[in-house]
């Protein structure tokens, strides 16, 4: 009797280990089958894999939630809540919450970065023609009176309120698609799905500390200079979110323009990085930090992550070389020959 009793308990201990959550459940398929879905939305193809018996349902409920989020924050859609916002005149615009959240946190990022991460950035942007594709290399003169339109700081959040100040628009897309994975993964959950993988163009996010079969998420991280990964990297849940250059860019008499800004110079940010990637917790929060580093460079992205302590991150530097946070260090693995510096605190 006893044994038996034993035999059941090491049993359900082993369902839990092999599964994602810390509900010990019977499965009544085999946890390893999984489904995946697809979406274009924030001018990036979306991929969500989910895992276990509510998998579909929660496949639908995540790609779903992020069209819905592409028409809430999207620049372009007349009917979009940032639109609305960017239309308004100079006067104040009501917003939902959800909306006025991330734009809190989008201006809390402003300051805690020096300035590197800016949502108001859109006249500039479209200036150089990133928003279009019709891309051309603004003279000083144009870029110095756009910048006057521009500045986080001169925007105003009230009670799930916006104003900006007339000639100024915003843009969410540094945070969206961070956000937009936070988000998704919470409506996966709340299908019941404990194990699933988003793939957001560049912005890698997890559910479940493993996958079904006990083993970690291994995320290949981008090689700016060739085809594949430069890198991989093992982890649990959470989000690992490149910002790149080669994203989008365009070239002119020699001279290559990317689509990340230094908001101090209205130019593409030349700080010596190809790329960067954040690795924490939540999507937003490591989104709004990679375009950051990318923008700070290796020296201002140091500084960075010893104030906040509480992400890590990989810096892809032009010369070719790696700098990683020790936090990542047993979890990290080169695929490429380069130097690589471990930061310690
Ligand atoms: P991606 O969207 O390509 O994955 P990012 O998250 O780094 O990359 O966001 C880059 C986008 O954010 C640009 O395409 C542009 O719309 C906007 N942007 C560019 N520079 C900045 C900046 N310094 N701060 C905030 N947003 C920026
Ligand atoms: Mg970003």
Redo the contacts with the bound molecule.
Sequence with gaps: MRKTTLLSTALICLAMLSSCGDKPEVPAGDPNTKSSGSVFA???YMTVTAYGDDREAGVSAATEEMTRLEKLWS?TDEQSEIYAVNHAGGGSTAVSGETAELLEF?LDM?EATGG???????PV?RAWG??TGEYRVPDEEEIASLLEKTGAEKISLGDNTVTLPEDMEI????????CAGDKAVAALKEQGVECAILD????IQTLGETKPDGTKWKIGIRDPYGEGSAATLETGEGAV????GY??YFEQDGKVYK?????KTGRP?ESGLASATAIGDEGRYC??L???L??LGAEGAEELWRKRGDFDMVLICEDGSFVITEGIEQSFQLTVPAELKVLRK
Excluded at 171 to 178: F, H, I, P, Q, T
Excluded at 200 to 203: C, D, I, K, Q, V
Aim: avoid cysteine; charge should be negative; glycine fraction near 10%.
């Design positions: 924030m001018d990036t620049v989008a402003h590197a991460l800016d949502i108001s950035l859109y942007l990133f928003t843009d969410l897309g540094a945070v969206a698609k961070g957001l163009g560049g912005n979110i490149t910002s790149g994203e989008r689509h990340i800004l230094d908001p940010a989104d709004a990679s375009t950051s990318y923008v």
